[in-house]
Nanobody
Framework: QVQLVESGGGLVQAGGSLRLSCVASGSISSINVMGWYHQAPGKVRELVADITSGGRSDYADSVKGRFTISRDNAKNTVYLQMSSLKPEDTGVYYC??????????WGKGTPVTVSS
């Protein structure tokens, strides 16, 4: 089992920045990929960015150039630096982890509101 706890969400004006954090605990040695999903109000959850234990990252087209994912394996933490935020970035951001067997774990989410 892996437990994930997100933090860092909040209210920000359009054009502003936020940094989300997600701390993993439990069976962390099995974690391969960690990342973030975004669920806008009334919409399905969509992948924002993910990063492997080796540091390879991928991003959704909608956030490329604005968001940066990073990972501190020593702290079992993944970060999402969000800049140039837009109202459409509003929603709940969920941290997830995947182990080498493909088992997924989810955090409870942290809300982000971007005002225009």
């Amino acid at each position: 089992q892996v437990q994930l706890v997100e933090s860092g969400g909040g209210l920000v004006q359009a054009g502003g920045s936020l940094r989300l954090s997600c701390v993993a605990s439990g069976s962390i040695s099995s974690i391969n990929v960690m990342g973030w999903y975004h669920q806008a109000p009334g919409k399905v959850r969509e992948l924002v960015a993910d990063i492997t234990s080796g540091g390879r990252s991928d991003y959704a087209d909608s956030v490329k150039g604005r968001f940066t994912i990073s990972r501190d394996n020593a702290k079992n933490t993944v970060y999402l630096q969000m800049s140039s935020l837009k109202p459409e970035d509003t929603g709940v951001y969920y941290c997830y982890s995947a182990n080498t067997y493909g088992t997924l774990y989810w955090g409870k989410g942290t809300p982000v509101t971007v005002s225009s």
